[in-house]
Each structure stands twice: as C-alpha cells, then as structure tokens.
C-alpha cells in the first residue's frame, strides 16, 4: 500500500488555473419588469407616447374620412391601438432600428394592426369591425407581452 504524497508548489499552482478555467461563468441575472404597469412603462416610455398620440390623431381622422359608416368608438379604438403598436417601433435612447423592430418576430406586431385599419378603410360592415378591433388589439399584444423576446428592451 503506497501512502499519498503531498502536491508540490508547482502542482498547486496548476491545479488552482485548471480550477479557474473549468469553473462555470456567473450569469448575470435578467431583470424584466415584475408587473403589468411597469411593463407598459417601460414600452412606451418618453418620445414613444408622444408619437403614439400623433399617429392615432391622424388615423381617427383619416378613418372617419375612409370609414364613414364605422362607429366611433370602433374607430377610436382602432386609432388609439396602432399608434399605439406603431410607436413601439420607434427606437428608444442606446437602441438601434433593428433592436426596436425585433426582427421576425416583430412582424406581427406591425402588420396585424395595419390589417386592422385596412379593413376598416375599406368599409368593414357590422362584424367585420369587430374583427379589425381584434387585429389591432392582437398585434398590440403582440407587441407589448412579447417586448424582451422581439428586440431589446427599451430603457
């Protein structure tokens, strides 16, 4: 029976960069918003409302003016969720175009409520308003649960 003999200096030092390197990294922890207000905050922060605003003002009127037989508040509604949606796009401080548009999956959220305002402007009769509210509010969903995997957050 052979007894164990004590690593030399050298053997330590060696063993302690093995250590080093096969050690796993720390992940940085993802912080992402813990509720629903702080979540909506945080999309359509700063410059994002105000264009929100603008882009709504000029779809209800070009609304009432393609869509004279919709209802108000079909239109109202569908007005206020694409600027809405619209504006997600807009790149907030520190991110790029791409970023703010979050590639493939961002498409939905673009087309969904431009499909919306395109079959109200081409007269949608009773139901089919419905359907051009759920379009808008769909892609708006889209858009707003899917923030942190379509794109960087905006901070």
């Known amino acids: 029976m052979t007894t164990p003999t004590r690593p030399s200096p050298q053997d330590e030092a060696a063993l302690a960069r093995v250590r080093a390197l096969?050690?796993?990294?720390v992940t940085p922890v993802v912080q992402t918003p813990?509720?629903?207000l702080g979540m909506l905050r945080d999309t359509w922060a700063g410059h994002?409302?105000?264009a929100a605003a603008v882009i709504a003002a000029v779809l209800v009127v070009g609304l009432v003016l393609?869509?004279?037989g919709a209802s108000w508040g079909v239109v109202l509604l569908v007005g206020a969720g694409t600027g809405l949606a619209l504006a997600t796009y807009l790149p907030a401080a520190g991110q790029s175009l791409g970023q703010a548009f979050g590639g493939t999956c961002g498409i939905a959220g673009l087309?969904?409520?431009?499909?919306?305002?395109?079959q109200l402007a081409q007269g949608a009769p009773g139901t089919a308003q419905g359907y051009a509210v759920a379009?808008?509010?769909v892609g708006?969903?889209?858009r707003v649960l899917t923030a942190g995997s379509c794109g960087t957050p905006a901070r």
């Open 34 to 36: 813990t509720s629903v």
């Open 140 to 142: 708006l969903a889209q």
């Open 135 to 137: 379009l808008v509010v």
């Open 111 to 118: 087309c969904l409520p431009l499909l919306g305002v395109s």
């Open 66 to 68: 393609l869509a004279p």
């Open 48 to 50: 994002r409302l105000a």
């Open 22 to 25: 096969t050690q796993a990294p």
